[in-house]
């Protein structure tokens, strides 16, 4: 068991059975990758990822472990093509068990000379603010 589906373990028995029951996870494609898990409107980690292929395994892992009635899944679309490898990727994988949206992120970037980018700050911050604001249904092509 990895320390990330511990901490939703532990925060579900903290918040019990009755709060809404959802996963959601902000990706902010790019350079480096943004990645906000959020657990019971809680955020349970943030991560800086370098590749797509890195990005997708960590949400697929997260995806798998971490148990939850809904599983959404928000991407920025800041870089199109990464977001739509990514959302095919997943979606082809999990099919109906998880949504995918598209999020515009416009306005979601700290400005830029905000604390510099430690550690991928900006990026970190871009993917929980796409977490948190809904976009569009992906739909894989046919």
Same mark, same amino acid.
């Given at each position: 068991?990895? =320390?990330?589906?511990?901490? &939703?373990?532990?925060?579900?028995?903290?918040?019990? #059975?009755?709060? !809404? !029951?959802?996963?959601?996870?902000?990706?902010? *494609?790019?350079?480096? =990758?943004?990645?906000?898990?959020?657990?019971?409107?809680?955020?349970? %980690?943030?991560?800086?990822?370098?590749?797509? %292929?890195?990005? =997708?395994?960590?949400?697929?892992?997260?995806?798998?472990?971490?148990?939850?009635?809904?599983?959404?899944?928000?991407?920025?679309?800041?870089?199109?093509?990464?977001?739509?490898?990514?959302?095919?990727?997943?979606?082809?994988?999990?099919?109906?068990? =998880? %949504?995918?949206?598209?999020?515009? %992120?416009?306005?979601?970037?700290? #400005? #830029?000379?905000?604390?510099?980018?430690?550690?991928?700050?900006? !990026?970190? &911050?871009?993917?929980?603010?796409?977490?948190?604001?809904?976009?569009?249904?992906?739909? #894989? *092509?046919?």
């Amino acid at each position: 068991m990895t =320390i990330l589906s511990l901490k &939703a373990k532990i925060l579900r028995n903290i918040m019990g #059975p009755y709060h !809404d !029951d959802q996963l959601t996870i902000g990706i902010d *494609p790019g350079i480096r =990758i943004g990645i906000s898990v959020i657990f019971l409107h809680n955020e349970i %980690e943030s991560i800086v990822e370098s590749s797509p %292929e890195a990005a =997708i395994k960590l949400v697929s892992h997260l995806l798998s472990r971490i148990t939850s009635n809904k599983k959404i899944v928000r991407i920025g679309n800041g870089n199109i093509a990464m977001a739509r490898q990514i959302a095919l990727i997943l979606k082809t994988k999990f099919q109906e068990l =998880i %949504e995918i949206e598209i999020v515009d %992120e416009r306005g979601t970037s700290l #400005p #830029p000379k905000t604390e510099a980018n430690r550690r991928g700050a900006r !990026d970190i &911050a871009s993917a929980r603010a796409i977490a948190f604001r809904s976009g569009r249904r992906f739909k #894989p *092509p046919a």
